[in-house]
């Protein structure tokens, strides 16, 4: 019985991979660089598909518990144009197959699925090495050390495991966000909350994009896209809250006031987050005893399907595991086969960002929750 799986990051990837080893008798560890789970906010809302994330649930033996985290009625979806004008409105029958909860409240449910004592707080990673015969040496910032047995990175966008695998860093898209709250919306912000509407609302125009949730407690969550190079960012001093959410109004001039009081409302400082992917063909020859999953694995321009595609990978691994017991490198050779076509399809949906409602798989609810997904990183 395989006993000895070091897992690195205790994201929702890293946890449904503990948790669904766990409901098949396979010890592991994860360490996580943040000192606490709730050291910061989680991000805002995703939805979790029938066809992957609820897949990871179900094997993680989680779906019940998850149905209880659901919030009604947010997966309502519109589309506006600049002007205020709505062109897309789908209210939420509960037949979409993409129920929404709080990237919080998941994250719990995971962690608290878990033997006391699997994930170990506070322990950045400063980098990883082979020492042979499948084994690696993972030191972190404190100079501490463990050896793995079987280490699996899930580590997110810079993953210090990745260069185990693959010599590939992440490139800048073109493309930045600013994260924006606005609290208790309804009353104090009710022209921007009714534009919004009961779920996920987006407004475009080239190169500018508004994408917003309505989360607990009548919180609007936003994030405001703008193409433009990593230089235009630098030139605008986030450090100072009035004059960056000036500038970034600006770039939304002649917008509907309700939309632009998504961004020069803001309840808290902006928060600028780059945006970053690998190549869709990113792939590296079996190296024995190591692997990825989630964004550490197949970061990819936002599509609407991280958090979900993170949590099979983290299931399958854990299946696949289970099922070559004894047999660590059949195991991991069986689960790429399966990753690689399947990150690369999923990054073929980043050309959604450009498209409508009716077009293709790609509906307005992706591009909400991809920039939902890049708000976290």
């Not at 979790?48 to 033996?61: F, K, P, S, T, V």
């Not at 006391?116 to 993972?138: Q, S």
């Not at 960012?233 to 939304?252: K, N, P, Q």
């Not at 917008?255 to 309840?267: F, H, K, M, R, V």
């Amino acid at each position: 019985m395989l006993t000895d799986v070091t897992i690195i990051g205790a994201g929702l990837g890293g946890l449904t991979l503990a948790r669904v080893l766990h409901v098949h008798g396979i010890a592991s560890t994860v360490y996580e660089a943040e000192p606490s789970p709730t050291s910061r906010s989680q991000g805002g809302m995703l939805d979790i598909h029938d066809y992957n994330g609820q897949l990871a649930l179900e094997e993680a033996g989680l779906m019940d518990a998850f149905q209880g985290l659901v919030l009604e009625g947010r997966q309502a979806m519109r589309m506006l144009a600049p002007d205020g004008t709505v062109v897309f409105d789908k209210a939420d029958d509960g037949t979409g197959g993409r129920p929404e909860v709080q990237r919080g409240d998941l994250r719990r449910l995971l962690l608290d699925s878990l033997p006391a004592g699997t994930v170990r707080w506070g322990c950045k990673v400063r980098g990883a090495r082979t020492l042979g015969d499948g084994r690696h040496e993972v030191t972190f910032d404190d100079g501490a050390t463990v050896v793995a047995g079987l280490l699996v990175g899930a580590d997110g966008a810079w993953s210090r495991v990745r260069p185990l695998l693959s010599e590939t860093a992440p490139a800048y898209i073109g493309k930045s966000v600013v994260e924006t709250y606005l609290f208790d919306a309804r009353t104090r912000h009710p022209a921007a909350a009714k534009a919004v509407g009961g779920g996920s609302m987006i407004a475009t125009m080239p190169g500018r994009e508004i994408f917003a949730h309505r989360e607990k407690d009548e919180t609007l969550h936003a994030y405001v896209g703008v193409e433009e190079p990593r230089e235009w960012f630098d030139s605008i001093d986030f450090g100072d809250a009035a004059e960056a959410t000036a500038r970034i109004a600006r770039e939304f001039d002649g917008w509907a006031p309700e939309l632009t009081a998504l961004i020069t409302n803001c309840d808290v400082p902006p928060v600028l987050r780059h945006l970053h992917s690998l190549p869709a063909e990113h792939r590296w020859e079996r190296v024995p005893g190591v692997t990825l999953l989630g964004d550490a694995a197949h970061l990819s321009a936002p599509n609407g399907e991280g958090a979900n595609l993170a949590m099979l990978d983290g299931a399958e691994l854990a299946r696949s595991l289970a099922e070559h017991e004894g047999d660590v490198e059949a195991a991991l050779a069986a689960y790429e086969r399966v990753l690689f076509p399947r990150s690369a399809r999923a990054a073929v949906l980043e050309a959604g960002e450009e498209l409508g409602p009716d077009t293709g798989d790609v509906t307005p609810h992706d591009l909400i929750a991809a920039f939902t997904e890049a708000g976290r990183a």
